[in-house]
């Protein structure tokens, strides 16, 4: 799918495009539908571009804040 954005807000435009380019390389690494990963980032506004990106991928995944590592996904 298409990612769209509201032009009206600066900076969108911008991020969209990072979140395409993240998106190209997941997919470019063979992710997509029905895949399942788990995702270990700092708690920045950054790691939500990756979250739009594997999202707009069909990619289940989890945020995860470093707590749960040893936790099998369920």
């Known amino acids: 799918g298409q990612i769209q954005c509201d032009q009206r807000i600066e ?9 395409a380019a993240l998106a190209d ?9 029905g895949h399942r990963i788990g995702l270990m980032l700092e708690n920045r506004p950054a790691a939500f571009l990756h979250w739009f990106a594997l999202n707009s991928l069909g990619v289940a995944h989890d945020l995860g804040s470093g707590q749960e590592w040893c936790q099998p996904f369920a």
Do not use: F, K, M
Not at 11 to 19: A, D, L, S
């Open 11 to 19: 900076g969108r435009q911008h991020q969209v495009e990072q979140v």
């Open 25 to 33: 390389r997941y997919r470019l690494a063979g992710y997509g539908p």
